[in-house]
């Protein structure tokens, strides 16, 4: 576009061409001036509407208002929904430590009413004979100012307490493998008497010999008992010897690992072979007299690597 000027009848004419960088300009120029009014004019309009009070900037300011609120409240709403899911995942979580917690204090010999049970939602209350009062608190009101916990103090608080449940959840694990591991241990020590709630005729130790009338060292214990009482293993493992021995009569040994073994001997009856495997308090074999003996009990002999220990040492009190 070819834009001709003439300033007087005898002047010169002036010609000026627009050419596409021209009109980009003009076009820039343009839309700055229109985003600068639309910016004054929305800082005049919320700054002094309320001064004005017409009703038109009144409209718009209160319409702009409940945007902002519209937005604050989808933008609260989503962190609170986040943190009632991330709250849910720890009532969960809390709930899995007061089972594992439980089969934790049973394993160990604990009363599991003594674990703290977990905070009963308000659709879960529970009976007043059975509810578990909070431990009590108290304490003056503080002369100190108060607040409110804001929203960043309590995503910490979330943060740390998940933290927290995290390391009890591992902490309670390895304790539970452990328990579990020492639970299966005793298993194989001899704790369980082969005869329950008999006394002893004899005990470990040195005494006098009952057919020599000499001082001599008696390997095991003696359990008397009718003929046929039944005779339990005391704790599980494998029978390495059943069969009769000159002096013990009809005997039944069993390995229980780690150079451990049980005797069971004067047995009336066996009742289980050689290579067998026998579970803490089955039955093994029968009361008898066979063997040196001087009337029906029970010889029963703890070894250790082939050194004789006190039976009694492993038996549980009471």
Same mark, same amino acid.
């Given at each position: ?15 000026v ?16 001036l229109?985003?600068? !009014?639309t910016l004054?004019?929305? !800082? ?8 004005? $009070? ?10 702009? $208002?409940? /945007? ?5 409240? &989808? ?6 929904n %986040?943190?009632?899911?991330?709250i ?13 917690g /439980? ?9 599991? $009413?003594?674990?703290?049970?977990? +905070? ?28 409110? *916990? ?12 998940? &933290? &927290? ?20 241990? $005793?298993? !194989? ?10 006394? *002893?005729?004899?005990? !470990? ?5 009952p ?6 060292f008696?390997?095991?214990?003696d359990?008397? %008992?009718?003929?046929? +009482? ?11 010897f ?11 040994d ?7 073994v049980?005797? =069971? ?20 074999? &029968?009361?008898?007299? +066979? ?8 010889? =029963? ?18």
């Amino acid at each position: 576009m070819n834009i001709i000027l003439v300033s007087g009848a005898h002047a010169r004419a002036r010609t000026v061409t627009l050419d596409w960088r021209h009109w980009l300009a003009g076009g820039l120029v343009l839309f700055v001036l229109f985003i600068a !009014f639309t910016l004054l004019f929305n !800082f005049l309009t919320l700054k002094w509407a309320a001064a004005i $009070q017409h009703p038109w900037l009144q409209a718009i300011v209160l319409a702009d $208002q409940r /945007e902002e609120a519209r937005r604050n409240l &989808e933008k609260t709403q989503g962190h609170i929904n %986040a943190m009632a899911l991330r709250i849910g995942e720890l009532q969960a979580r809390v709930l899995r430590l007061d089972g594992l917690g /439980e089969r934790l204090a049973k394993s160990a010999g604990l009363n599991p $009413q003594e674990l703290p049970a977990a +905070t009963p939602q308000d659709d879960e209350k529970p009976a007043k004979d059975d509810a578990d009062p909070a431990p009590g608190r108290g304490g003056p009101v503080s002369s100190l100012p108060t607040r409110s *916990f804001t929203e960043d103090e309590f995503e910490k608080m979330l943060a740390k307490l998940t &933290e &927290e449940v995290d390391v009890r959840t591992d902490q309670y694990g390895v304790l539970e493998a452990l328990l579990v591991q020492d639970s299966a241990m $005793q298993k !194989f020590l001899p704790t369980h008497e082969p005869i329950p709630d008999h006394w *002893f005729s004899s005990n !470990f130790g040195y005494r006098i010999d009952p057919f020599t009338g000499l001082r001599t060292f008696h390997e095991g214990i003696d359990f008397p %008992a009718n003929v046929g +009482t039944t005779v339990t293993a005391a704790a599980s493992g494998k029978v390495i010897f059943a069969d009769v021995h000159p002096e013990y009569g009809k005997m039944v040994d069993i390995d229980h690992g780690n150079g451990l073994v049980t005797r =069971y001997a004067h047995a009336r009856k066996l009742l289980v072979r050689v290579g067998d495997l026998v579970m803490r308090g089955q039955p093994i074999a &029968e009361v008898g007299t +066979t063997g040196r003996t001087t009337g029906p009990h029970l010889h =029963y002999e703890v070894r250790l690597n082939g050194t004789p220990q006190n039976p009694a040492r492993f038996f549980k009190p009471g």
